[in-house]
């Protein structure tokens, strides 16, 4: 059943020039639906057609149970189905999905378009996983081109600035370039405050970050956080596509591997529901700017000292380090990301997989490479050294000694 909402879309679609086949794609909607509901001048109620059964059956039990998890996409679960022998349309499963899904409703806006090159829109969205000792909560760094859609997202511990200026590093490494501005809300890591005339205050480190790398700051209007409209539907289909794909990953790492996966096959090789173009080929008319090789101070880093074993100790667990290093105090920086890295002389000596858990000790086999200790090989047996004796020294005495002793002999 066709509600009034998505009716009074329809017709908005049409009105902007959409064809059929577009607003079919758009709402999820087979086109003869659509075109049945344009050639209406008002909603109207009908009887809900039943769901078809038949290829569908086996798997409803597991379509609640994503459900349940929180998976409402129904392009991700006719993946996983067809991994299962689905062999069923997308239309049966919407369909069966729709009485289920949670009511939606539909805002309209204003929207705004970018031109190449001009604007990226950054936000933050927070997810929830499940550990051992409970649940834990992680951060996802969204990043959308505003001309071309293409995207970045990458997960981490927290949304400290630090973390916020390493996230935007990447980002410009994965885009190529540079956008001449970015686009934010009032997170507290980038908008300081408002001065006496309600102008923005820029917080004073990320300000010079930006200068930095050559882009403006931009804060979307107040009480209208629509107008970065183009990132925050992005996290929703972080949300809402590439979420609920996860089952398990090993770490923060492993995680932000597989988000990247995602993003170059999935996200970012799509066709957008907005602009019906595929990001990565609208991407090649951005023209960003291209970025310094100096790189900014972003990261705070913590001296440790290598010890005897050749480990550093970060945040609970221990971390190796080349044994060449052994007794020198080094620089750990952690990315937050996933990535710790250890530093000496502001030259990179090793770099970890952050662990998620405590006390865990974290080695990399070559920075062992090359020890010689006396454990190294068996202890020698010892030997004792054989000296050849000598023959005894005679003394030599005169013929009349021995005469003289014979005769005291016979006297006595």
Known sequence: MVKNGEFFRMKDMRQRGMSISQIAEELGRDRKTVRKWLEQDQPSSYSQRKSTAGKLDGYKDYIRNRMTEGCLNAMVILDEIRERGYTGSSTILRLF????RPAMQWKATERFETKPGQQAQVDWGHFKVQQEDGFKRLYAFVAVLGYSRMMYVEFTEDERLETLMGCHTRAFGYFGGVTQTCLYDNMKTVVAGHDENGEVVWNERFARFADHYGFILRRCKPYRARTKGKVENGVGYVRKNFWPRIRTFTG??????????????????????TTFQVPTEMWKEEGLRSVTDISFAY????????SADCYV?????????????????????DEKNGTLRIFSGGQIIAEHRKSMGRHQIISNKKHFEGIRTATSRPALEPTPRYVAQTAPEVLERPLSVYDALMEEAVLQ
Do not use: C, I
């Open 252 to 273: 923060l790492q492993d995680l932000n591997a597989q988000v990247l996966h995602w993003l170059d096959t999935v996200a970012n090789r799509r066709r957008h529901g």
């Open 299 to 306: 990261a705070d880093r913590f001296h440790r000292k290598v």
């Open 97 to 100: 999905m729709q009485p289920l």
């Open 313 to 333: 100790s970060y945040d609970a667990n221990r971390y190796s380090a080349p044994f060449a290093y052994v007794g020198v105090t080094v620089e750990v920086q």
